[in-house]
Nanobody, 114 residues
Framework: VQLVESGGGLVQPGESLRLSCGASGSIKSFNLIGWYRQAPGKQRELVASFSRSVGTNYGDSVKGRFTISRDDAKNLLYLQMNSLKAEETGVYYC?????????WGQGTQVTVSS
């Protein structure tokens, strides 16, 4: 399975951005698929995910502003990010878990700055 993220870029605080993650396999078969981010000098953290066991899950800091969605027919995962904040600058990664094997995309840079 390969994951390829796109949609990152430079936006100003308060603006929106939508990320996409394309999977080489059927995302319906994944036990978990989601988005993580890593800010400079910080650990990678959960942004949002779908899992068979938990369902939809969001990091506390993004609830109400970010929306994760999926298009199973196209094997695409999306992350709609609204009201972005400067501290949300970082690399956003697509993550998937299938049969106990975790896969990561290469990441896409999101920079929130005025």
């Amino acid at each position: 399975v390969q994951l390829v993220e796109s949609g990152g870029g430079l936006v100003q605080p308060g603006e929106s951005l939508r990320l996409s993650c394309g999977a080489s396999g059927s995302i319906k078969s994944f036990n978990l698929i989601g988005w993580y981010r890593q800010a400079p000098g910080k650990q990678r953290e959960l942004v949002a995910s779908f899992s068979r066991s938990v369902g939809t899950n969001y990091g506390d800091s993004v609830k109400g502003r970010f929306t994760i969605s999926r298009d199973d027919a196209k094997n695409l995962l999306y992350l709609q990010m609204n009201s972005l904040k400067a501290e949300e600058t970082g690399v956003y990664y697509c993550d998937a878990l299938l049969l106990g094997v975790e896969k990561w995309g290469q990441g896409t840079q999101v920079t929130v700055s005025s």
